[in-house]
């Protein structure tokens, strides 16, 4: 026991049929950005991804690229591992949803919600999409080519006709409303919840639980011509992490979860159906579905070298693992739709990261190895300038801290480099250059105190950037003990007398590639 408050944070486990797109890679980022954060904070994180490998869906494309099932998703899951090593992103665990212990948890969570009477046999034809994995009622459906009927996604629909397994969905109507209003904090952020509600509102019908017309999925308990629709089997996936159904499995006490961060596009599943599984099931809710926007390319030229990419390992590896990610959470307000492009990332780079944040650690950190002897000096007194800027750095955790609350992830990146921008002010209003002839011991608190609102930002900045505020934090001489943002609620947390390492650029600018050159 560590007597640390647990923190339980997933992602959407995406879909076993086809490679890691930006989308998935955006999900990622965030979501060990946000992993991130609550260590640095004092947390005992679990953070968990998976693979979603079963349904029509998986069997479909496997057999029309001449592989099992298995096969198919065996080589997305090393697709998707691959990336998280990529983005520097890598997850406490995977649960593939064809490992034998998830075929546990699920088989264990159908059984309670059968015993809790929730679960009937009969027969409703309906409108089933393939691409959603999804039935949908006529009202949902617009009118598509040639006379066909497409789902809200824009996916084609089959009319599907036969025998299987209900949930009583139409039951948790009231209590899934009450749920929303006594915890408004549940569906995040508000629009989606909103969304969600209304749609509740208007009426729930029992969902269609079992498939019988093919097989690849988890046999249904105790009638295994069928399969579990693989919505019930996707979700589970949430408490297989912590070990369920073994209440004494060392992850337990991480149930339930605080946040299943997933995309717009899912809200319905997770916010409607997931809750009422558990409800029926006996289990414990999970706190919040923290839903993201989607990532869209403008279209507009990326560099020549990396061409039209929506790859995020080309992009990772043209701009660099740390500004991509920097670049995806600056830039996207979290929560809602957001672009992405070469000019724009480019900027970001070149602005935010070379420039302010890179210039400024550049040139007090040479200044102090030629002017210093390579080592922290001393701060002598300190005035009202220095007091304030690190004022400013000391304010940047509770604020942080604030905007987490709310997942606001790009306004903590905000307000960081505005205390940023203040202290390039500060460092060239103080001119140490000129203090260095007229007044050596005040060069050496400027450079000091700059110093220090270094260390407070790459600390705030890890969670976003692990790499590059590492390599900071290392120039600073920072102990790896004392990179916690508890270490950075406290100024002149250096210590006097440290020998700094030979200073080295942490941002380079980015440089158009010629035309015709290699990456
Ligand atoms: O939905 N921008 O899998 P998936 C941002 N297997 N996010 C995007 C996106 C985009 N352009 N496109 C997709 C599934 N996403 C299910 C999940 S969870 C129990 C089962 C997000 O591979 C999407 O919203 O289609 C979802 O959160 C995640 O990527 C996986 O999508």
Redesign the pocket.
């Known amino acids: 026991m560590s007597g640390r408050p647990t923190f339980y944070i997933t ?8 490679a890691p ?4 890679a ?2 990622r980022i965030a979501t060990d950005a946000i992993a991130r954060f609550k260590r640095l904070d004092g947390f005992e994180v679990l953070f968990v991804t ?1 693979m ?1 490998e079963h349904g029509q869906k998986m069997q479909q494309t496997a057999a029309r690229e001449g592989l099992t099932p298995q096969q198919l998703a065996d080589r997305t899951a090393a697709q998707f591992a691959a990336m998280g090593e990529a983005l520097n992103a890598k997850a406490d665990d995977i649960v593939r949803t064809t490992q034998p212990r998830h075929h546990a948890a699920t088989q264990e969570i159908w059984k309670r919600m059968e015993a809790a009477g929730d679960i009937y046999m009969s027969k409703y034809p309906g409108w089933y999409s393939v691409r959603d ?1 999804a039935f949908f009622d006529e009202s949902e459906l617009t009118e598509g080519p040639n006379g066909t009927r497409l789902a809200p996604s824009g996916a084609p629909v089959e009319w599907v006709e036969e025998e299987s397994y209900y949930f009583r969905l139409s039951a948790y109507q009231d209590r899934l409303l009450r749920h929303y209003r006594d915890h408004p904090e549940f569906i995040t952020p508000e629009k989606y919840r909103n969304e969600i509600v209304s749609f509740v509102e208007r009426g729930l019908t029992d969902l269609s639980i079992s498939r019988s017309t093919f097989d690849w999925g988890v046999p249904v308990p105790g009638d295994p011509r069928h399969v579990m629709y ?2 019930v089997d ?5 408490i297989t992490g912590t070990g369920f159904p073994d209440a004494n499995a060392p992850r337990a006490k991480f149930w339930p979860a605080n946040a ?7 809200t319905r ?2 916010a409607i159906y ?1 809750p009422a599984f558990l409800l029926s099931a006996g289990v414990a809710l999970p706190k919040q579905i923290v839903v ?5 390319n403008r279209g507009e030229k990326m560099s020549k070298s990396v061409g039209n990419v929506i790859d995020p390992f080309a992009l990772s590896a043209h701009y660099g693992v740390d500004p991509f990610r920097y670049f995806l959470l600056r830039e996207v307000p979290f929560g809602q ?1 957001g672009n992405y492009s070469h000019e724009a990332i480019v900027n970001r780079i070149n602005a935010d990261l070379a420039n302010d944040l890179g210039n400024l650690a550049q040139r007090s950190l040479s200044m102090l190895a030629k002017n210093c002897g390579g080592a922290l000096p001393s701060p002598a007194a300190l005035n009202k300038a220095d007091e304030a800027i690190l004022a400013q750095a000391v304010a940047l955790a509770p604020k942080a801290r604030a905007f987490m609350q709310d997942y606001a992830l790009h306004l903590i990146l905000a307000e960081i480099w505005r205390v940023v921008a203040d202290a390039n002010r500060y460092f060239a209003a103080e001119e140490p250059w000129i203090k260095r002839k007229t007044d050596p011991a005040r060069m050496e608190a400027i450079l000091y105190v700059t110093a220090e609102v270094l260390r407070i930002v790459a600390i705030l900045a890890q969670p976003f950037m692990p790499a590059a505020m590492t390599k900071l934090l290392d120039l600073l001489a920072v102990p790896g003990s004392a990179r916690g943002f508890s270490d950075a609620e406290r100024a002149l947390g250096l210590a006097p007398g440290a020998a700094l390492p030979a200073p080295a650029p942490i941002f380079p600018r980015y440089v158009e590639p010629e035309v015709g050159a290699p990456a």
Request: proline content about 2%; aromatic content about 20%; charged content about 15%.
């Open positions: 992602t959407a486990i995406p879909y076993a049929n086809g797109h930006i989308g998935h955006y999900e998976g979603d994995e693989v919505w996707a979700l589970t996936n949430y299943h961060v997933i995309g717009k596009d899912i599943f997770h997931w993201h926007g989607f990532l869209f739709d």
